[in-house]
């Protein structure tokens, strides 16, 4: 069965420090990972990774992926009590429509 | 460009009630989707629109239909209502597949009672 795990499920800083969140899969046929950042209502869209050990970059944000162990990282750096969201992974396989979600990792900043 | 926009917002219903959820994107997307979003299962797809005049069953799918009714809109019915159908409901689309980065409608709080 396709799946896509997030780790840790909720994290709770404060403002200034950095956070790495993991999202690990088992799909087949891996396509692409995308990252996805929710705040109160719809999701949007962060990164797309497709290819091991090339890094995007957004500002703060950061996230690379590894094909060979099957995971990916987001990295936050000087976070900011604007980064409270919950952050979802998802991943794609070839010739399918669909994207596989992970449960998601709520993150609270703290002032 | 409004991108998705989903009607309506907020919904209750009583159980065995039928409602539909409508949904519209004005990017030219050939792909769209319903999902589903419960605390802490993150979100479940329902069906999705390959392209037009094309709808499948995502992973959840019991207790839903939907129609593809144009390029532009996808919508999502509820039959007779359960309980167990008490979610936010999200609709998004893509330009194709789902490879692509999905654009996500502002979404559907919907209880069952």
Known sequence: EDKVVQSPLSLVVHEGDTVTLNCSYEVTNFRSLLWYKQEKKAPTFLFMLTSSGIEKKSGRLSSILDKKELFSILNITATQTGDSAIYLCAVSMDSSYKLIFGSGTRLLVRP | ?113
């Not at chain 2, 309506?8 to 009630?17: A, E, M, N």
């Not at chain 2, 094309?54 to 809109?73: C, I, W």
Request: proline fraction near 4%; hydrophobic fraction near 30%; glycine fraction near 10%.
């Open chain 2, 1 to 113: 460009n409004a991108g998705v926009t989903q009607t309506p917002k907020f919904q209750v219903l009583k159980t065995g009630q039928s409602m539909t959820l409508q949904c519209a994107q004005d990017m030219n997307h050939n792909s769209m989707y319903w999902y589903r979003q419960d605390p802490g299962m993150g979100l479940r797809l329902i069906y999705y629109s390959a392209s037009e005049g094309t709808t499948d069953k995502g992973e959840v799918p019991n207790g839903y239909n939907v129609s593809r009714l144009n390029k532009r809109e996808f919508s999502l019915r509820l039959e007779s209502a359960a309980p167990s159908q008490t979610s936010v409901y999200f609709c998004a689309s893509s330009i194709k597949g789902g490879y692509n980065e999905q654009f996500f409608g502002p979404g559907t709080r919907l209880t069952v009672l």
